[in-house]
């Protein structure tokens, strides 16, 4: 019996082993995945115990009401993000095309095009916003109509504000993770997680809370990190593919909204299904319950977190062996990372066990959450990651036509289901939502992408 239960660990022990080879393993390709995982998991490991410390300094800063106030505010803000109609995805597959084929003159075209149409798009959303502003009442969409605190037409004038600016800045994230240096891009959210946790604390030791003070903490933090991260990588290592103004041609925005017009549509769908929880949460339950949807929400993310760690790098690298017709460590890349998802649902099995313990000693027991939002966060845990596994290698090749179809489908089918089974299980009926529709679509895109591999995949299915 001893020998039998050596023999299993040892079979568990050398699967597990070659399931990570693929990420570590040299390549003589152009991306290098082994380097860009390790120091994710370095610089990702630091946001995400940074991004842990957060919540309970930011809830002390201000209090639960206000916290889930940010919470729904920023989940509305992000709406914003349909205005850049897929035009950041849309660089990030041209540029990984043209830096494969080292069209160097090409790539810097594209981003220089792309921060051009963007600046344009940032200033005419904010315009609008400006004037439209005076005619919402924060506080009746929000549902916080006793909040009496800072005036929320002007925290959200400023958080769009911010949103704006950052809508033309982060594009830096787009051009390290299409020239293989994604770990640069964990390395930028974590200097500006430390340095608005610095600022929080700070806040918490000589001001009394307000929402001006958190807003810009939680905002003009990191956007001031990635602002100095730009200036410092296209006036060093990436200045081949710094921005100019001589290289803007409009010409090439027919090919970016191409590509990127079937993003743009495809987030539609995904920010409905993402975002509108929150929105869901407020409207019916108020804000005080969405921060503890936003505690249950954060603890499960810490699994999609190190997942995306290790995804983060392969959607570029699918787009350059793609190009390049490497089929081979495609079809290796995939079998490992359908691997990896076994291994994130037992982890998410794992923090559903301990999740009570993980609320009580991180939050406290001032807030306490229903152990069937648990088990609802643990099935979503799953489904996103099945989901993603196979978008990576779907986005990675611009095969993009059937995930729009399903991701605009979503638009008409979460909100009123998530409203539906709400009324049966209460918060968690609202993320039961977000997991029926995720199977669904894991299955879809696992038969799409096993086509694609194989060679087989025609109509619809190779679109």
Not at 20 to 46: D, H, Q, T, W
Not at 232 to 261: D, V
Not at 280 to 292: D, S, Y
Request: glycine share 6%; net charge positive; hydrophobic share 55%.
């Amino acid at each position: 019996m001893l020998y039998n239960l050596l023999l299993k660990y040892n079979m568990f022990y050398n699967n597990l082993k070659s399931m990570f080879k693929v990420l570590f393993e040299p390549r003589k390709n152009a991306f290098n995945i082994r380097r860009n995982v390790l120091l994710s998991f370095v610089f990702k490991g630091i946001s995400i115990v940074i991004s842990f410390l957060l919540i309970p300094l930011t809830i002390h800063y201000v209090d639960a009401t206000q916290y889930g106030i940010w919470v729904a505010l920023s989940s509305v803000i992000l709406w914003l993000n349909f205005f850049d109609i897929g035009l950041g995805n849309g660089l990030k597959n041209k540029l990984a095309e043209a830096n494969a084929l080292g069209d160097i003159t090409g790539a810097k075209t594209y981003v220089s095009t792309t921060y051009a149409l963007l600046a344009i798009i940032g200033v005419l959303l904010f315009g609008c916003f400006l004037f439209i502003n005076h005619f919402l009442s924060w506080s009746n969409i929000l549902n916080a109509g006793n909040y009496s605190g800072d005036n929320l037409n002007n925290v959200a004038l400023i958080v769009v504000g911010f949103f704006c600016l950052q809508f033309v800045i982060q594009l830096i994230n787009i051009v390290l993770t299409a020239t293989h240096s994604a770990a640069n891009v964990s390395l930028i959210n974590a200097v500006g997680q430390l340095a608005t946790i610095i600022v929080i604390f700070l806040l918490t030791r000589f001001t009394t809370g307000s929402m001006y003070k958190l807003v810009f903490a939680l905002s003009g933090i990191p956007l001031s990190v990635q602002l100095l991260a730009s200036l410092w990588y296209f006036g060093g290592r990436y200045k081949q593919y710094a921005p100019g103004l001589k290289y803007i041609n409009f010409g090439y925005t027919r090919e970016l909204l191409t590509m990127g017009g079937v993003f743009f549509l495809i987030q539609v769908g995904a920010l409905v299904l993402m975002q509108t929880d929150n929105i869901i949460v407020t409207r019916i339950f108020g804000p005080n319950q969405l921060t503890t949807y936003n505690i249950a929400y954060k603890a499960f993310s810490l699994i999609i977190m190190v997942f995306s760690i290790i995804m983060f790098p392969f959607w570029s690298a699918f787009t350059d062996a793609y190009t390049k017709n490497n089929f081979d460590w495609i079809k290796k890349a995939l079998a490992k990372m359908y691997k990896i998802l076994f291994v994130v649902a037992i982890l998410s099995v794992l923090m559903l066990l301990v999740s009570p313990w993980v609320y009580k000693y991180w939050i406290g027991k001032n807030i306490s959450v229903p152990f069937l939002l648990s088990f609802a966060m643990c099935l979503y845990v799953i489904g996103y990651c099945s989901v993603m596994a196979n978008c990576y290698l779907l986005n990675g090749t611009g095969k993009l036509r059937l995930q729009l179809y399903l991701y605009l489908a979503t638009i008409f089918i979460n909100i009123p289901l998530a409203i539906f089974l709400a009324r049966y299980w209460g918060l968690a009926g609202v993320m039961f939502s977000n997991v029926i529709i995720y199977v669904f679509m894991a299955v879809i895109f696992h038969i799409q992408s096993r086509k694609i591999i194989n060679r087989r995949a025609f109509g619809i299915w190779n679109k």
